[in-house]
């Protein structure tokens, strides 16, 4: 169970969360990342690229250049590679994107495999002279049990689009698999991977301190350790939480939102606290 603990009104923050048996790490070399180019208004990356092992990977693709111009979840379905069962070595999400030029506001994207998250993010806004593009990756190693078996899929990246907003977002994306060898063997992963919620859609939106996000499971006896991967999302009024002053200095300071500026997440199992997890200020 997860809450917020704050006084807000008319606050919103997104939750998504789902568990991890174990969590392991692979051993490969890092790609260097391209240099931005000097006075573009391209997206620039300024995280290290996720490590690739450097063989000939198996690629299944999720969608391709698929349109989000509207408020409906984009479906589709995964089937793990032909000829290429695990355990994997390295497994890793890679999506491009790009937003057509024209007016558009920056959105939120989450794509799901089977319920569990494989990334979340925020899109860049174009201008009517340019059309951004981005490419991003997550290493999903550790979900590698939840990919042994087809599953269904929904990416929601919502858009409007009409007279006004005119961009319209573009994306391809695919999961890369790459077999064990001498220099990059397989790690041990989760025995299962458990998506909270457990539903199309994914996010949950918490308004107050007294809402939470919950899931009851049934877990074998012998679990030796368990992971839970928590990401929070501020949004809507609370979207810039990091400066919100006291409530009773909100008038005085033009404040954006109030309540002060601090937000956590508070998890429990059974009721009994189990640790907290920060709410990282999301730069839009």
Known sequence: MVRIPRNPSRKLIWLLMFILACASFAHAQVAPAAAPVIGSGNT??????????????????????????????????????????????????????????????????AIYVGHVNVYYGTTPEPDPSLGPTWHVERDITDYSALLTQPQSGEADIYNIVNSTYTGIIFGTARIEFYSPDTLNPAPRTADDVLPIPDAAGGAVGLSSPTQSLSETFT????????????IAQSQQTDEQWFLCPPTDLQTELLGFCGNTAFRETEITIDGTPAGVAPVYPWIY
């Open 44 to 109: 620039a990356t300024a995280d290290p690229p996720v490590p690739h092992p450097h063989t000939k990977p198996c690629v299944v693709a999720l969608f391709k250049n698929e349109e989000f111009a509207d408020y409906s979840a984009k479906t589709f379905s995964y089937t793990p590679p032909d000829n290429c069962a695990g355990p994997w070595a390295k497994v890793i999400f890679v999506g491009d994107f790009n937003v057509t030029e024209g007016i558009q506001f920056d959105r939120t994207a």
């Open 219 to 230: 877990l074998p006896t012998n679990v030796e350790r368990a992971y839970l991967d928590v």
